[in-house]
């Protein structure tokens, strides 16, 4: 059981959305912003699931009041194959780079101090996963072709059916990017039908225009440098270029790209 640290929500007057440096910044709405980096954690519950502590924290700030999964650095298990204490900083790093992109399927994402310590907290999501492929599946495949492109460009090595959301307007989301970035190719999802298929013109024209973009590349790339190490960011721009010459999702072998469970 994580012991709670004292903390408190620091409160600003002003400023921008979002504290990362360089002249670009996440699309979020202010309220959103502030409520997830500064509001009070009142209310912070274990979910007794996943393989890290992972909790449900109520928050307010103001007048807004709202509800976000909190992931303390703390609480994360060792593995062999990421560095100690880092999978906070790589969810908030996916949230930056789907931002970037164009592409805003991943909840708000920031990191702050909580009641164990810093770690990530993203908005709480109100909608139920797929509970089949088939439901998967009717999320639509536009839908699924852009997660399948991110994640090979982040190198997700845990895209799980359960963690695709469809909330009640119908937007699909995305969420437990904490196994993203590594240099070494570990790309695991149940999305194998893309392996080896062309990339749509759509997503190749959004990413063709994400790498032109100087300011917004260069932002980005101050905004990842305090979350992960230059050759984990410097295999993130390779995989981009990797796809925009090929224009093809790898292929990948579906014995060991598989992560367990699916859902």
């Given at each position: ?5 004292n903390?408190g929500a ?7 959305v979002?504290?990362?440096?360089g002249?670009?910044?996440?699309t ?19 979910l ?8 449900r ?24 194959d ?9 969810e908030y ?6 931002q970037a992109?164009g592409w ?7 990191v ?6 810093v ?10 996963p ?10 639509g495949e ?7 492109a ?17 909330d ?5 989301w995305?969420?437990?990017h904490?196994?993203?970035f590594n ?7 149940v999305?194998?039908?893309y392996?080896?298929e062309?990339?749509?013109e ?12 100087a300011p917004?590349?260069?932002g980005?790339?101050a905004?990842?440098?305090?979350l992960?190490?230059?050759?984990e960011?410097?295999?993130?721009m ?9 224009k093809?999702?790898p ?13």
């Amino acid at each position: 059981m994580l012991e709670p640290v004292n903390c408190g929500a620091r409160r600003i007057a002003g400023g921008t959305v979002d504290g990362t440096p360089g002249p670009w910044r996440p699309t979020v709405p202010r309220e959103t912003h502030l409520l997830l980096k500064h509001g009070d954690i009142r209310t912070c519950d274990d979910l007794g699931w996943g393989s890290n502590y992972t909790f449900r924290v109520d928050l307010g700030y103001g007048d807004e009041v709202g509800r976000a999964v909190y992931k303390p650095r703390r609480g994360e298990r060792p593995l062999w194959d990421f560095p100690d204490g880092t999978l906070y900083r790589r969810e908030y790093g996916a949230f930056l780079v789907s931002q970037a992109l164009g592409w805003p399927f991943i909840p708000p994402t920031v990191v702050r101090v909580g009641p164990h310590g810093v770690g990530s907290l993203q908005l709480f999501i109100d909608s139920v996963p797929p509970r089949s492929m088939r439901e998967l599946l009717d999320c639509g495949e536009f839908d699924l072709a852009r997660v399948a492109a991110f994640d090979f460009l982040t190198n997700n090595a845990d895209r799980k059916a359960g963690h695709l959301l469809r909330d009640p307007a119908g937007k699909l989301w995305s969420i437990d990017h904490g196994l993203c970035f590594n240099v070494v190719p570990k790309v695991r999802t149940v999305l194998l039908d893309y392996c080896g298929e062309q990339v749509p013109e759509e997503i190749l024209s959004d990413l063709d225009g994400f790498r032109s973009n100087a300011p917004i590349v260069e932002g980005l790339t101050a905004a990842l440098r305090p979350l992960i190490d230059d050759e984990e960011l410097a295999a993130f721009m390779r995989r981009l270029d990797w796809i925009l010459e090929r224009k093809v999702y790898p292929a990948l072998d579906p014995y060991r790209s598989v992560p367990w469970p699916p859902f």
